[in-house]
């Protein structure tokens, strides 16, 4: 049963995306219990809304924990990194994709689609190559040719629409149910559930105060937030963390209304941020987010670019190279002042090879093979 | 106490990691048995030259093991894929720098450094930053700047140099005792012993047939043939599967000392292969892996440029993007006529990502956002 979660409206279709006013619908809350089992799908087996079909998985999910080990102790805290970049696409979007593509496979879909130019993009490229599914990925007109090589090698159609962006969303469900083309979008409700994974695997391994979450759409958000809550209603955990949802100044719609008590988000004009896979200036999440937020007192924070930059370059000493966006969370940590002694779990949402060409080249030496010596002892 | 593979010679100091004859020392053979634990560092314990610094670990390893769904049933195969591109810097070098690195903390370095230009420079570098060591990565003159992005990102300190690549690498240990610089080269003791994780992992999953293994410097060959050993001599496995090594036919050198019924490999002259990954002319490994092939009765198979990227594509097709290098086993797979309904495991040993500018760039329609449900359709 889908529900919406802004004004309570159920719907029995399954196939189903957003309510009748707009908003993205979601799944009911499921309770279970964990089991032994080798991977995240197996061990919360009674949380999912379908069987997982583990023949199409491509081992995404169960992704490493990381202990900081420079950063928490000058700020103080206890800190974690959940490396998303550990998965099959190297990024956090495999998990919604799985259950999305699952989910396509048993309604009868013979094609799917989504409206992305980078991590979601490939990973639903990848996964729907994997089913034997047609995929049409649909990009804006300013698609960047380097993006575009990584969703195209899995052979997907790839189709630059010009036009405005923020209508392509929902023109695309219009037609996919037109077409018989299942969206896996940012905040289709399959995908909103395979990113609960990420709080129940968190919740295995030690119990967070604080969670940041880089957030665009806030899919990923309210997927970690239902995770959360479900293990709570199941008696599984006692509290909840608190979320903090971390977006770039230059693109922050969600944060901006939060703040001015809007009850709606309003389109950001002109956005501009180095943080590319968190600037959607109209988040298709955004007021669900919203409710979230004040429903159970958390935090939106939104950072600058330079700040973002500077967590990027704190995260490579950790050993960890995340794309910008990536390193939101640890960008908000500052802002926060949380209690000394805090846990903190931030998401590292995708890999640094991603947006490579935007690095910088660092400096490098030369060295003729005979004084190799000579510059190394420098 | 270290042993040499070939000539037999044993040597008690641990940071050596040369023979007097000139091959690569290896530790002797370890047995064990298993336990339970969440990584495969804790679940092998008994099997480590050293004791794992888990607070140093970037939770690489226990990576998945991926069966295919549709080349596997067209070539009358049970066929998996063993997903290393999932590591914390995306390849499998990941699991011997970690080990690698533990050694050179406990011995009391301050500096480590690499001879590399791809993978292993990045994982070396990664882990070296999160360990609070200096990193000294020496690459050739003709290293392209974007490889180097991945690895400046971490904070090594990167060097060109001008001369002859074969002879850094014996260059490099010479002065790294000297200088106090630990090189974790490709074939470093302890690196060998990290990947026998690979082989500890499927043996965790199944009993495999066939395992196909890309080849440059023959490390990585090397540690899962120990890790495959060593099971068997612990009595974990009844059998050896079939292990074989794949070059690329434009930098063949194991392959044809193999064919000619060498004991020694000749330096490769002008190699040139897409597989940049596996293109070592004179890899130090090789002695000591053509001791293995004779020993075990194992395979060297040489694949052309063609199928190697033809077997890229395959692979994408499964859902894997992998960079040409690590697509050399599926290329192999059709020229071993193995019989019916064998276990395959190809090792997938980096990203696709890293290679990207490489790739070619697929074709994209343009489509007015008015046209879209025409564009669909088609």
Same mark, same amino acid.
């Given at each position: 049963m889908l529900?919406?979660?802004?004004?309570g409206r159920e719907y029995r279709d399954m196939k189903r995306m957003r309510c009748g006013c707009g908003e993205p619908l979601e799944f009911k809350l499921f309770k279970g219990e964990p089991y032994i089992g080798k991977n995240v799908w197996e061990r919360f087996w009674d949380f999912w809304p379908i069987e997982p079909d583990l023949d199409l998985s491509l081992g995404e999910g169960d992704t490493p924990l990381i202990k900081s080990r420079k950063l928490g102790r000058e700020l103080g805290l206890e800190l974690y990194f959940k490396n998303e970049t550990a998965n099959p696409t190297w990024s956090f979007k495999d998990r919604g994709t799985f259950l999305g593509i699952t989910a396509a496979l048993k309604f009868g879909y013979k094609a799917v689609g989504t409206v992305s130019t980078g991590n979601m993009a490939a990973s639903v490229a990848a996964y729907a190559s994997r089913a034997g599914l047609k995929a049409k990925i649909l990009? /804006?007109? /300013?698609? /960047?040719?380097?993006? *575009?090589k990584a969703v195209s090698v899995y052979g997907a159609s790839v189709v630059r629409v010009k036009g405005d962006y923020g209508r392509l969303y929902f023109e695309s469900l219009r037609l $996919?149910?037109? *077409?018989?083309?299942?969206?896996?979008?940012?905040?289709?409700?399959?995908?909103?559930?395979?990113?609960?994974?990420i709080a129940f695997e968190i919740a295995e391994e030690l119990t967070p105060d604080c969670i940041l979450i880089p957030t665009s759409s806030g899919g990923l958000f309210r997927g970690i937030a239902k995770g959360f809550i479900e293990l709570k209603e199941s008696g599984l955990i006692d509290e909840l963390p608190m979320l903090v949802a971390v977006q770039a100044e230059g693109c922050s719609p969600i944060c901006r209304a939060f703040k001015e008590g809007k009850e709606k988000i309003e389109?950001?004009?002109?956005?501009?941020t180095v943080a590319k896979a968190?600037?959607?200036p109209y988040p298709p999440s955004g007021n669900a987010l919203l409710k979230l937020l004040r429903e159970f007192g958390w935090k939106c924070v939104a950072v600058s670019d330079g700040e973002i930059l500077e967590a990027q370059r704190e995260l490579s000493e950790e050993g960890l190279f995340v794309q910008p966006a990536s390193a939101a969370g640890i960008a908000a940590l500052k802002r *926060?002042?949380?209690?000394? $002694?805090?846990?903190v779990v931030s998401i590292l949402t995708g890999s640094g090879l991603?947006? *490579? /060409?935007?690095?910088e080249t660092g400096k490098t030496a030369e060295c003729p093979l005979e004084s190799l010596e000579k510059c190394l002892g420098g």
């Open positions: 529900r919406c979660p802004v004004c990009v /804006s007109e /300013s698609a /960047s040719d380097e993006k *575009l $996919g149910e037109r *077409l018989g083309i299942y969206f896996i979008n940012s905040d289709n409700p399959f995908r909103i559930e395979g990113y609960k994974g389109r950001f004009e002109n956005p501009k968190i600037a959607n *926060l002042e949380l209690p000394e $002694g805090s846990k991603k947006t *490579l /060409s935007h690095a």
